[in-house]
């Protein structure tokens, strides 16, 4: 019998796609759903500033012809926000558009990834599927950043270092002095890649970002932001870098694909950037609600991790599947982790008072 080769690169037999969640059409149409709260994806439930809507109506003009494919007008004003040069910014259909364009910009087989975890699973699967070997730094015991183990991980030959700060999914961070020693320990020849999807719920005492490192860093350093969290631009798709390195921005330019932000969701990140308020309110919603709802979780009797996130992470002390299909029973879109290790652990956003209250109380009913 003659036996046919895959068709598919061996990379793939280790991958799973991607746990993106059901959609609130879907849930809405279970039996008994009345109203539906999306909390399985980080979003920000308020969305963006009406601008936002404004400046979407006008580019509807244009969309018949091809997007600027450098976006120099977004970039002109990320340029104007951060206080740093145009050419050291780099565009992504999303920040994780640029996690792919940065392994293919730098990883070869063989070379070697050290992460935090449990991690936001494109993390490790790009990584591998640039023939990658992937090295897990976990949390201790006591559900922190394992520092002392992260910085002799870094400190070995290693190509890319990569990791969020705060981490998704379970909402810890490293401390100024705590980032500072990681940063200080890496490997001359690494490249290093701090993923702050999450940093405008985390400013404030406590957290550093690393783009106040990118002058004094001696190495290639990347720092992915997003619009897609407390900007309220999701469906849109645009993420940013932002590098020290003028090889490296080569690189991504290089090794993105050249149109990976469309008209649309240019026109919409450079209106969100004029408008800002909408973001601080926000932030706003999470500092409320945040300790609310990790009280009552708690008051459950469940462990919950720390957060500068805009969500949670708890231990169900049962598998995580079951007890979000029951949830889903009730309306309630949430998580369940399913990396090895964290099966019982959920990830809950924090939504409106209404959408937390709805959560709370079948979370209550389904235990």
């Known amino acids: 019998m003659t036996t046919h080769p895959s ?26 759903v009345t109203r539906v709260a999306k909390l399985g994806s980080n979003e920000n439930p308020l969305g963006p500033d009406p601008a936002v809507r404004q400046a979407l109506e006008a580019a509807l003009q244009r969309i018949a012809i091809y997007p600027d494919p450098s976006g120099r007008a977004l970039l002109a004003r990320l340029a104007s926000r951060h206080g740093v040069a145009a050419d050291r910014l780099v565009l992504g259909n999303g920040s994780e558009d640029l996690l792919a364009v940065l392994a293919r910009a730098v990883l070869r087989p063989g070379d070697r990834v050290v992460t935090l ?11 591998r599927l640039m023939g990658a070997e992937v090295t897990r730094i976990g949390l201790t015991p006591e559900g922190r950043i394992d520092v002392e183990a992260l910085v ?11 990791f969020a700060n705060p981490m998704n999914p379970a909402g810890v961070w490293l401390s100024p002095q705590e980032l500072g020693r990681v940063l200080a320990a890496v490997h001359p020849e690494a490249v290093t ?10 400013e404030g005492e406590g957290y550093a970002s690393g783009e106040g490192r990118l002058a ?12 897609s969290k407390a900007w309220g631009l999701a469906g849109l798709r645009v993420g940013y870098g932002l590098t020290n390195s003028a090889e490296l921005k080569r690189g991504l ?10 008209l649309m969701a240019q ?46 992470f708890f231990d169900a002390a049962r ?47 389904s235990l």
């Open 152 to 162: 002799r991980a870094v400190a070995q030959p290693v190509r890319l270092v990569l």
């Open 117 to 127: 975890y449990p991690s936001f699973p494109l993390h490790e699967d790009y990584a």
């Open 193 to 202: 890649c701090l993923d702050e999807a999450y940093h405008e719920y985390a």
């Open 319 to 365: 598998p995580s599947v079951e007890l979000a299909e029951a949830l889903l029973d009730q309306g309630v879109i949430v998580k369940p982790w399913k990396q090895p290790g964290y099966e019982s652990w959920l990830r809950v956003s924090v939504g409106t008072e209404a959408d937390n209250d709805q959560f709370l109380a079948a979370l209550a009913a």
């Open 216 to 227: 004094t860093h001696g190495r290639p350093l990347l720092i992915l932001r997003t619009f």
């Open 7 to 32: 068709l598919l690169r061996p990379e793939l037999a280790g991958l799973a796609p991607y746990n993106a969640g059901l959609t609130v059409e879907e849930v809405a149409r279970r039996p008994g």
């Open 267 to 312: 026109a919409a990140a450079e209106a969100a950037l004029a408008h800002p308020q909408s973001v601080a309110e926000a932030a706003a919603l999470v500092r409320r609600e945040r300790p609310r709802m990790q009280a009552a979780i708690e008051a459950l009797g469940l462990r919950v991790l720390p957060s500068k996130g805009n969500f949670l």
């Open 253 to 262: 330019d290089l090794a993105r694909t050249p149109f990976n932000v469309n």
